[in-house]
């Protein structure tokens, strides 16, 4: 099901970039010295799809960087937990290996019975 649901929203996708790309395959200039226009130094002539493809995945990769960068804290209290998860199950392993055999936790308290105190609800 979720391979089909990839596939209705992909295939408009895949449409619309081949679409792009067929319809602006000409020829463009790109420029990065802005003191000379005429004749820059540092230029690239490429097809506009590939310069628009470019764009278009350097801003995923540093909106993912972005993303990455502001879930440190996320990560950061997630990593504090672990550890902390690690110790109490190292203190409770400990704590059940000091603990003899012949104590049971019923036998903790005198006069326990196995009875339950309070009828089974309805």
């Not at 005429?38 to 799809?49: A, D």
């Not at 972005?66 to 704590?95: H, K, V």
Request: aromatic fraction near 8%.
């Amino acid at each position: 099901m979720i391979r089909f649901f990839k596939g209705l929203v992909l295939l408009p996708v895949a449409i619309v970039v081949v679409a792009l790309a067929v319809a602006n395959r000409d020829a463009v200039r790109l420029s990065f010295d802005p003191f000379s226009p005429e004749m820059p130094v540092f230029s690239v002539t490429l097809p506009l799809y590939v310069i628009l493809f470019l764009a278009v995945g350097i801003g995923v990769l540093l909106g993912g960087c972005g993303a990455w960068l502001g879930q440190s804290g996320t990560r950061r209290t997630s990593a504090e937990r672990r550890r902390e998860i690690r110790r109490l199950e190292g203190e409770t392993a400990r704590l059940k290996t000091a603990m003899p055999a012949s104590e049971s936790p019923g036998s903790l308290y005198r006069g326990a019975s196995d009875r339950v105190a309070l009828p089974a609800p309805r």
